[in-house]
């Protein structure tokens, strides 16, 4: 038996999930959250094989949380299962942890293969993912500029993109004000940009948040 959680912040989409895994013997979900915080709460408190996180989610987002469970629980599989094209986010949130990406436009049989798949230990890789790796992941200069930023680095600026002050970041991230504003220097450098307006720009015109 497979244990899942979901992880998303709209009702209609974990009561879709929830009914549409009841039809699989070998699944059973655990757990359901609606934001990256209570997906923590899940973590300590319940017994999972896998977890089916949205990353666009209020109060923490999936980004946020992944980073979080996976520096608790490195060894739970998380597939992100998002409304964001992979071409945004897949291959940096495979660099993050995630142990799959799909989008909630694909066929749902490739939820169920992506979930048997990570709760055995390995990644789950769509055809479009792998041939953004083949075509030089490792090769600084021809990922996107986000995609250059570190785990850290990409939360300091989804948030910043998302308006948050760096005194409200420090608190949310429990670090102090001068170390979020380290890392503000150094987004802006990697993805050279000047300012907060820029970067929410940047992300608005790359589809990284709503």
Do not use: W
């Amino acid at each position: 038996m497979i244990r899942i959680a979901i992880v998303d912040d709209h009702a209609m989409v974990r009561a879709g999930l929830r009914q549409f895994f009841a039809d699989e013997p070998d699944f059973f979900v655990a757990a359901e959250a609606s934001n990256g915080r209570e997906a923590l709460d899940i973590v300590r408190n319940s017994a999972l094989d896998v977890m089916v996180m949205d990353i666009s989610m209020p109060n923490q987002s999936g980004v946020d949380a992944l980073a979080a469970i996976k520096a608790r629980v490195p060894e739970l599989p998380v597939l992100i299962l998002s409304g964001f094209p992979e071409a945004h986010y897949a291959v940096t949130l495979l660099r993050l942890g995630a142990s799959g990406y799909l989008n909630k436009d694909c066929d749902p049989q490739e939820i169920v293969q992506a979930i048997r798949t990570i709760s055995r230990g390995r990644k789950y890789i769509t055809a479009g993912v792998a041939e953004r790796l083949a075509n030089g992941l490792n090769r600084d200069g021809e990922k996107s500029l986000h995609e250059q930023l570190s785990k850290r680095e990409l939360q300091v600026f989804l948030r910043l993109a998302a308006g948050e002050t760096i005194s409200h970041m420090a608190l949310g991230m429990a670090l102090s004000v001068k170390t979020v504003s380290t890392y503000r220097t150094r987004v802006m450098e990697k993805m050279q940009l000047g300012s907060n307006s820029e970067l929410t720009y940047y992300a608005l015109k790359n589809s990284l948040i709503q």
